[in-house]
């Protein structure tokens, strides 16, 4: 979900650095509602974890150029399931953060492109998830059915937002039009793997939570609505 280096420049980064004030502000709202419902410290603690996940699924796992960006596996689903939604989008702006602090500088000049795709597309998996949860329901109760929807939301909205800044630097040009196709073709198949990290994840989750209360390192609704 990288947009590579020219892509977007000159007076049109502009935009970006707006964007990316929009998604940090509202990440900085979850994150005070969050530590006032559940202290500095638990939100801390998942937020370095998510993190840690999010660098390593950047620079460990496999990650492959295809058209105007690259095709990660960024566990979000997973992230947001299993810690919530505030530490969910300080641990990928953080990941992301460090990534091009110390692994991948020529990123950061595209850092409030590439926080705005992750962000923003995080907030729409949140707005999707009160659709897609029945109330009552926890989260390690949720079908495969239910993570596939979330998944198509997650990954969607990033291929919308990759797709928006590459027409949005480069415009409709042949070239740049198979691009993005080709990009996105190649990210929605991200679409079938995730959902089934999910199922493991949560399934582990039911199978050794027995009180249906989690620690104050996972989110509340992963164990009970």
């Known amino acids: 979900m990288h947009i590579e280096p020219g892509v977007v420049?000159?007076?049109k980064m502009i935009?970006?650095?707006?964007?990316?004030?929009?998604?940090?502000g509202a990440t900085a709202k979850v994150a005070y509602d969050n530590m006032k419902e559940n202290g500095l410290i638990s939100l801390v603690l998942k937020s370095v974890i998510v993190a840690m996940i999010v660098f390593f699924c950047f620079e460990v796992l496999p990650h492959?150029?295809?058209?105007?960006?690259?095709?990660?596996?960024?566990?979000?689903?997973?992230?947001f399931l299993v810690f919530g939604i505030a530490p969910t989008t300080i641990g990928l702006a953080l990941g992301l953060l460090v990534q091009g602090l110390f692994f991948a500088p020529f990123d950061l000049p595209q850092y409030g492109i590439n926080v705005t795709?992750?962000?923003?597309?995080?907030?729409?998996?949140?707005?999707?998830?009160?659709?897609?949860?029945?109330?009552?329901?926890?989260?390690?109760?949720?079908?495969?059915?239910q993570l596939l929807k979330l998944s198509i939301v997650w990954e969607g909205a990033i291929v919308s937002w990759v797709a928006f800044w590459a027409i949005y630097g480069q415009g409709?040009?042949?070239e740049n039009i198979h691009n993005v196709l080709t990009?996105?073709?190649?990210?929605?198949?991200?679409?079938?793997?995730?959902p089934l990290v999910d199922v493991a994840v949560l399934t582990a989750v039911k199978a050794?939570?027995?009180?249906?209360?989690?620690?104050?390192?996972?989110?509340?609704?992963?164990?009970?609505a």
């Open 9 to 11: 420049d000159g007076a």
């Open 15 to 24: 935009l970006s650095y707006a964007t990316a004030t929009t998604v940090l």
């Open 64 to 79: 492959y150029p295809i058209g105007v960006s690259e095709v990660h596996l960024i566990l979000g689903t997973t992230a």
């Open 117 to 145: 795709t992750l962000l923003a597309s995080m907030f729409m998996l949140n707005m999707a998830a009160k659709k897609v949860i029945p109330k009552g329901l926890a989260y390690k109760d949720m079908t495969y059915t």
């Open 172 to 174: 409709f040009g042949a």
């Open 183 to 194: 990009f996105g073709g190649a990210y929605m198949s991200v679409i079938i793997l995730e």
């Open 208 to 224: 050794y939570n027995k009180t249906n209360e989690c620690t104050f390192l996972f989110d509340k609704k992963l164990c009970k």
